[in-house]
């Protein structure tokens, strides 16, 4: 259909055209985290997350969405604007099936810092204690549920059940007085949700992507609650059958917790923390083989202050 006009205006009608298709699958996404925020906290406000965030979520996508399309149709013009016949196919990449479920198991462990822990103790600061060491150990066991909308462009829902311990070692800090505090250790579980979407581009034998992925909680303990949002890019190879990449991941999350916990002498204490990760970055390498037509296998590691094993099985259906 470029035929008759010119590159310049090829680009121009390719990116009206794909952008009209990626504000479509922004809303569609959008609207299920909203929603789904909403029926999971049972409340008709927005309790779990706030405006703030919803506007970077939005401005994030619908950047993302943006640079895809023209990094897309920077790719591709040359070719459709010499022949209208030519596909994505006709040019060596061969493209996934649309649609995919698959499960996830997930295993994360990495150190926190104390944003804000209160006691109710006069005189008594531990949260500006030095040194003090807290670390988180997660398992998620999650179905994934996804589609590619555009050949450069995945989006994905997921949910299932999280469990944690976060363990604030108080014994180690001293607070100059003849007793040691006894340790702070939260345990929950809980069902988690979320949804995220992925940015593709590759040429001849290799690859990469850019995923957005936010997550939240709600857990059986009510006093509790975890959420946060990564970032991952990756870059690879491709194989007949199989890929391998290498790629880092930027998290950002957040655990505050309300509850009881003993102090020798004084007995029950009520506290407050709320935590962050230390370090927002780790490094990834991973792999995903082909095991028939439709199934295929992932393993993914993380290695750094965050260290995490993936190991998810996926079916995929549908046209490509």
């Known amino acids: 259909m470029f035929n008759n006009r010119s590159s310049p205006q090829a680009a121009f009608y390719a990116i009206k055209h794909w952008m009209m298709w990626a504000n479509l699958s922004y809303t569609f996404f959008a609207s299920y985290i909203e929603f789904g925020c909403l029926v999971a906290s049972g409340a008709p406000h927005r309790s779990l997350i706030e405006r703030g965030e919803e506007n970077y979520l939005k401005r994030a996508i619908t950047l993302s969405l943006l640079t895809a399309a023209v990094l897309f149709v920077a790719a591709s013009t040359p070719a459709w604007a010499q022949n209208e016949g030519v596909s994505l196919t006709d040019r060596g990449h061969k493209l996934p099936m649309k649609w995919g479920l698959g499960f996830t198991l997930y295993n994360q462990n990495q150190p926190y810092d104390i944003v804000t822990l209160e006691v109710p103790l006069a005189g008594l600061d531990i949260g500006a204690a030095e040194g003090l060491e807290i670390q988180n150990n997660t398992d998620s066991y999650h179905l994934k549920f996804d589609y590619w909308v555009l050949p450069f462009l995945n989006i994905y829902l997921l949910g299932g059940q999280i469990d944690g311990t976060t363990n604030v070692k108080l014994s180690d800090v001293d607070l100059g007085l003849p007793i040691l505090l006894n340790d702070i250790k939260i345990d929950y579980s809980g069902i988690m949700y979320g949804g995220g979407v992925t940015l593709a581009f590759g040429g001849t034998g290799w690859f990469t992507t850019l995923t957005y992925d936010i997550t939240r909680t709600n857990l059986d303990v009510t006093s509790s609650a975890v959420q946060g949002w990564l970032v991952t890019p990756r870059v690879g190879l491709v194989f007949d059958g199989a890929a ?36 927002p970055w780790n490094y990834q390498i991973g792999m995903t083989a082909g095991l028939s037509k439709h199934w295929n296998l992932v393993l993914e590691g993380g290695v750094g202050s965050r260290k995490s094993v993936l190991a998810h099985l996926e079916y995929r259906f549908g046209k490509r």
């Open 244 to 279: 391998i990449w290498v790629g880092a991941m930027y998290q950002q999350t957040e655990e505050t917790h309300e509850g009881i916990w003993e102090m020798p002498y004084l007995g029950l204490v009520p506290y407050y923390v709320e935590l962050k990760q230390a370090e």
